[in-house]
């Protein structure tokens, strides 16, 4: 059973794309429906962390609104610090999940229990996950893999009932 959901950001919650304004002010879009399938993952009392490579106050804010309490940004070796999350949680291999699209992104979804990767991931990540998605960062991939999850957890009922 997966109990632990851990997210890229670039590529994965959004579509990769960094925009600078002439002011040199970051800006990053984010799906909706990757947010709403998020919120309700942690109402089924599961964990949720981001784990990035950069560092950025909109990924921050994100991640508050969405009531994600694990959030490593600026990080160089994702393998390390989902190690110590998963021990810090007491948790095994099998109970996390993992979405990412790069080549940064390869040891942390190799560490998993399930890996997921967008459909627009790294021709090289696709060809070691456990799942491809037909979704691509930023357009709902991470709402298709929490669904996939939530299926294969066998939660669906739970899930349905968040809304009725």
């Known amino acids: 059973m997966i109990k632990l959901i851990v997210l890229d950001v670039d590529g994965c919650l959004t579509d990769g794309k960094i925009i600078y304004t002439a002011q040199g002010d970051e800006i990053k879009a984010f799906h909706v429906q990757d947010g709403l399938a998020i919120v309700s993952w942690i ?55 993992a979405i990412g699209d790069d080549l940064n992104d390869y040891k942390m979804l190799q560490c998993a229990g399930l890996s997921f990767t967008p459909a627009n991931g790294s021709l090289y990540i696709q060809e070691h996950v456990d799942c491809t998605l037909r979704r691509h960062g930023g357009e709902g991939a991470v709402r298709e893999m929490i669904e996939y999850i939530i299926k294969h957890n066998g939660d669906e009922d739970a899930f349905m009932a968040l809304w009725q």
């Open 43 to 97: 109402k089924l009392g599961y964990e949720v962390a981001i784990i990035t490579g950069r560092d950025s106050e909109i990924v921050a804010h994100r991640a508050r609104e969405l009531g994600i309490v694990h959030l490593f940004q600026g990080v160089k070796n994702k393998d390390d610090v989902l190690e110590a999350l998963r021990l810090k949680l007491h948790l095994k291999w099998e109970n996390v999940a």
